[in-house]
């Protein structure tokens, strides 16, 4: 838990660090603090991103590493994709499917083998990564902008393995799994708004 708490803090700092560039406009408008907030400000990327965590947290290892390793790495490429103006169809809709989906295999207790897991969470990470890279202000930096949706990422990735960690009690394992629950059902919530 204090290790939880650390994250929160450190999050909420940066948050309040990004207004201090605020009087500079690019800084904010397009740089790091602007590609930090984009997912945090984006309740679908939250539901998916914690998701990620629980589930990796939920199989224990390997995949507590590599679930949250995989995610940003893909969707980095997904965000290049968006900048390069390559389409991809149904990214809204991909995104909302994705709480869906990794909220239900947490809430599920679904365990599949690590390369399945992998390949789910790497299918989602190209939508989520493509929103990003779309959204790219013009006056942005990509690489700054980039850097801080993936660090964000990172970090709500590590808030899911925190909470996640609980399933070692019994207890614990009923919360995650129906955090899971709650994911999936906001990622229902977000489906509708996006069909």
């Excluded at 990327?45 to 590493?65: E, K, N, Q, S, Y």
């Excluded at 990214?91 to 390949?119: D, Q, Y």
């Excluded at 013009?138 to 609980?166: D, E, K, W």
């Amino acid at each position: 838990m204090n290790l939880l708490y650390r994250l929160a803090l450190g999050s909420l700092f940066l948050t309040v660090a990004g207004v201090a560039f605020a009087h500079e406009g690019a800084g904010l408008a397009g740089g790091f603090a602007s590609g930090f907030m984009h997912p945090i400000l984006g309740w679908d990327h939250v539901a998916a991103m914690v998701a990620v965590g629980l589930w990796g947290a939920f199989l224990g290892r390997p995949a507590i590493f590599v679930l949250p390793i995989v995610f940003p790495m893909v969707m980095a490429v997904g965000g290049a994709l968006g900048v390069a103006g390559v389409p991809i169809p149904a990214v809204e809709t991909g995104i909302a499917a994705s709480a869906v989906v990794l909220g239900a295999m947490v809430a599920i207790a679904a365990r599949p083998s690590i390369w399945v897991a992998a390949v789910i969470v790497g299918a989602f990470a190209v939508f989520h990564g493509h929103a990003h890279g779309t959204e790219l202000p013009q006056s942005a930096n990509a690489l700054s902008y980039s850097l801080g949706f993936v660090i964000a990422t990172g970090l709500l990735h590590l808030l899911g393995i925190g909470f996640g960690l609980l399933v070692r009690w019994p207890m614990g394992k009923v919360a995650v799994q129906a955090s899971g629950g709650i994911i999936a059902l906001a990622g229902v919530g977000f489906l509708s708004g996006a069909l």
